[in-house]
């Protein structure tokens, strides 16, 4: 036994080297391609990442498009100021901005406070202004639905303008008030 040993055992010896070599270079295999995966995965989020902020700026871009015509749509429905020189029944009003610009303009006590509301947002803008026109007839742009970004207050009692309210039912500005 110890004769076939001496004899087999540089031949076992090598099988064994050759054994461990392959299994060593399925390893460094497996690892590698373990790597290049978790490559590959990162590489597709961070595409993917990408996708999304493009996707985000377009839809961004494409709804301050739509605002931009909705205000030049409302700029086109805004009442013109009352006249009280004329007989017109008036609201007198003084807006402070928040840039702390002030504004003071007339409105027509029948219509809803969402005038006021209006005409704040196209001063501060700057459409109102501009003479930029909207050009896509007398519907609002479809599919947008504008909402204000800020509350208008009256300070004394301080309370919150309604929306939908007549100018006329408010006290702290009919005939005459502070925003």
Do not use: C
Not at 39 to 48: C, T, V
Not at 50 to 71: G, P, S, T, V
Not at 119 to 141: A, K, R
């Amino acid at each position: 036994v110890e004769a076939i040993l001496v004899k087999k055992y540089p031949s076992l010896l090598q099988m064994i080297e050759e054994r461990q070599n392959i299994d060593r270079d399925r390893h460094t295999r497996e690892q590698q391609d373990e790597r290049f995966r978790d490559s590959l995965r990162r590489d597709q989020e961070r595409e993917r990442q990408r996708d999304e902020a493009r996707q985000r700026e377009q839809q961004a871009r494409e709804r301050e498009a739509l605002k931009k015509q909705w205000l030049l749509w409302r700029k086109s429905k805004l009442h013109p100021e009352p006249n009280k020189s004329q007989g017109d029944d008036v609201s007198r009003i003084a807006i402070r901005l928040d840039n702390n610009e002030r504004k003071i303009r007339n409105f027509s006590p029948s219509l809803p406070v969402e005038e006021i509301y209006a005409y704040v947002e196209l001063v501060q803008t700057g459409i109102l202004d501009s003479d930029e026109q909207y050009q896509y007839g007398t519907s609002p742009p479809a599919g947008y639905q504008h909402q204000y970004k800020f509350k208008l207050i009256i300070p004394v009692p301080r309370q919150e303008l309604d929306l939908d309210t007549l100018i006329g039912d408010e006290l702290g500005i009919y005939p005459s008030g502070n925003i």
